[in-house]
């Protein structure tokens, strides 16, 4: 059974920054996916950036330059470093992890406001 946490969100001023981290319980085999999404209030879920298990990293265009994905050695764990954030940043973020089949972590909330 595969699992995921998330932790790390909270309420940060614009310019702050937060990490998040998702650990990952359960067995994976083969080639996966891990990424982060996040959901704003009244707007769809849309990704922020995703790591592969090979190392591969991509990002949605408005984290660019801010947010820094990263996986763990032992690839049980996978982060999201955000700097530089802005009130639009404000989101509940999911982990994901696609191994042919998605599963979801709960969520964490990250508030940015001053």
């Known amino acids: 059974q595969v699992q995921l946490v998330e932790s790390g969100g909270g309420l940060v001023q614009p310019g702050g920054s937060l990490r998040l981290s998702c650990g990952l319980s359960?067995?994976?085999?083969?080639?996966?996916?891990m990424g982060w999404y996040r959901q704003a209030p009244g707007k769809q879920r849309e990704l922020v950036a995703a790591?592969?298990?090979?190392?591969?990293?991509n990002y949605a265009d408005s984290v660019k330059g801010r947010f820094t994905i990263s996986m763990a050695n032992a690839k049980n764990a996978v982060y999201l470093q955000m700097n530089s954030l802005k009130p639009e940043d404000t989101a509940v973020y999911y982990c994901?992890?696609?191994?042919?089949?998605?599963?979801w972590g709960q969520g964490t909330q990250g508030t940015v406001s001053s």
């Open positions: 994901n992890i696609d191994t042919g089949r998605d599963y």
């Open positions: 790591i592969t298990s090979g190392g591969s990293t």
């Open positions: 359960g067995s994976i085999f083969g080639i996966y996916v």
